[in-house]
T-cell receptor, first 107, second 121 residues
């Protein structure tokens, strides 16, 4: 199965600072990659699909880049409500797989 | 507004069965694949199963193959997950998740709040 490896495992960021998260796929997945934000007790939310397209209602401070096996999610100015866990997910192959997550915490 | 409301979770003994339901509204249900994704305590997200818009095509994770069955009732806009021969490692929050396409290659664009399943004696 396709393995997605996220780094770092934990990222400490001050509100207003930039956050950069990485996701590496074990094989080429073209641009079939999505990013999600998950806070405890809430439903996960789609942020980015197609590696770089923002989902409906997602602010422009979220940007996704990459294709093939290397992907990056950048949050240009982290807001307090955006702390939590970020997952990448591939929808190129079955089974669908997620990365193990990057926890973004308040510095 | 898209709404996904899961129900049917609870405590069950190992080897037992449970049926989850997901009532959907706010979109044309038959036009989209639907998934179940779970999160075990302290762990990350794990995709479980998918069914196409028609319900005729399905895929399951190897961890649940032969034990879980995904299905849908398009007349009632409801998704189901029949879980048999449950194991302790199936303990998780189960999310009902809308796909962005009918079937094939889409991201998960809407998630329910989840329902907790606990497998324990």
């Amino acid at each position: 199965e396709m393995v997605l490896t996220q780094s770092p495992a934990t990222l400490s960021v001050s509100p207003g600072e930039r956050a950069t998260l990485s996701c590496r796929a074990s094989r080429n997945i073209n641009s079939h990659l999505a990013w999600y934000h998950h806070k405890p007790g809430q439903a996960p939310r789609l942020l980015i699909y197609g590696a770089s397209t923002r989902a409906t209602g997602i602010p422009a401070r979220f940007s996704g880049t990459g294709s093939g096996t290397e992907f990056t999610l950048t949050i240009s100015s982290l807001q307090s409500e955006e702390f939590g866990v970020y997952y990448c997910q591939q929808y190129y192959d079955w089974p669908r797989t997620f990365g193990q997550g990057t926890k973004v915490e308040i510095k | 507004e898209v709404q996904l409301l899961e129900s049917g979770g609870g405590l069950v003994q190992p080897g037992g069965s449970l049926r989850l339901s997901c009532a959907s509204s706010g979109f044309t249900f038959t036009n989209y694949a639907m998934n179940w994704v779970r999160q075990a305590p302290g762990k990350g997200l794990e995709w479980v199963s998918v069914t196409s818009g028609s319900g005729f095509n399905t895929h399951d994770a190897d961890s649940v193959k032969g034990r879980f069955t995904i299905s849908r009732d398009n007349s009632n806009n409801t998704l189901y997950l029949q879980m048999d021969n449950l194991r302790a490692e199936d303990t998780a929050i189960y999310y009902c998740v809308k796909d962005s396409v009918w079937f094939g290659s889409g991201a998960f664009d809407m998630w329910g709040q989840g329902t907790m399943v606990t497998v324990s004696s």
